[in-house]
């Protein structure tokens, strides 16, 4: 079955802090890619996109993520992070040509001032 | 509007209730989705339109959920005889209707079954 694993259930940061959030996913066939964020009182919002071409994509505010087929992953990355992307994040997957959307568990990001 | 509009954002009804969700989409959206967001688990989908017609409802746990999308725009998720286990965030999304398209989520209603 298709599926989406985020391992990192609650992280707790200091601002200036690097981050890194994984994903892993099964799925066979082409396999499209994304990260959205939820920050608090807000509705989801994509970070990033990956279908096709540059594996190290980058999206809004400083994120990025890299799509790592050998090791199906798609790991959301930012060198510094700021008190603002406080939130929850959310890794996701749709196979090419069906939309539905398979979410991970998400991932709470707390970032202490 | 400039986005997914969902009312109520907040439902309270008793077990045994029906209860409708309505969904507003971006305006020339053809596809829309409807999710599940229990507490501490990610969206789960439910079912999918493209234009008027169900396209994929693999998703609706069983034959107490319906949706209906009769002129291609608004769309109404359907519960009957509400279960306490229902009690959920219902999230609408749409996109343009290709697969390259990304999905803009609604804030969601939030419903409780006492």
């Known amino acids: 079955a298709q599926s989406v694993s985020q391992h990192n259930h609650h992280v707790i940061l200091s601002e200036a802090a690097s981050l890194e959030l994984g994903c892993n996913y099964s799925y066979g066939g082409t396999v499209n890619l994304f990260w959205y964020v939820q920050y608090p009182g807000q509705h989801l919002q994509l970070l990033l996109k990956y279908f096709s071409g540059d594996p190290l994509v980058k999206g809004i505010k400083g994120f990025e993520a890299e799509f790592i087929k050998s090791k199906f992953s798609f790991n959301l990355r930012k060198p510094s992070v700021q008190w603002s992307d406080t939130a929850e994040y959310f890794c996701a997957a749709t196979n090419f040509g069906n939309e539905k959307l398979t979410f991970g568990t998400g991932t709470r990001l707390t970032i202490i001032p | 509007g400039a986005g997914v509009s969902q009312t109520p954002s907040n439902k309270v009804t008793e077990k045994g209730k029906y209860v409708e969700l309505r969904c507003d989409p971006i305006s020339g959206h053809t596809a829309l989705y409807w999710y599940r967001q229990s507490l501490g688990q990610g969206p789960e989908f439910l079912i999918y339109f493209q234009g008027t017609g169900a396209a994929d409802d693999s998703g609706l746990p069983n034959d107490r959920f319906f949706a209906v999308r009769p002129e291609g725009s608004v769309s109404t998720l359907k519960i009957q005889r509400t279960e306490r286990g229902d009690s959920a965030v219902y999230l609408c999304?749409?996109?343009?209707?290709?697969?390259?398209?990304?999905?803009?989520f609604g804030a969601g209603t939030r419903l409780s079954v006492l």
């Open positions: 999304a749409s996109s343009p209707g290709s697969s390259t398209d990304i999905q803009y």
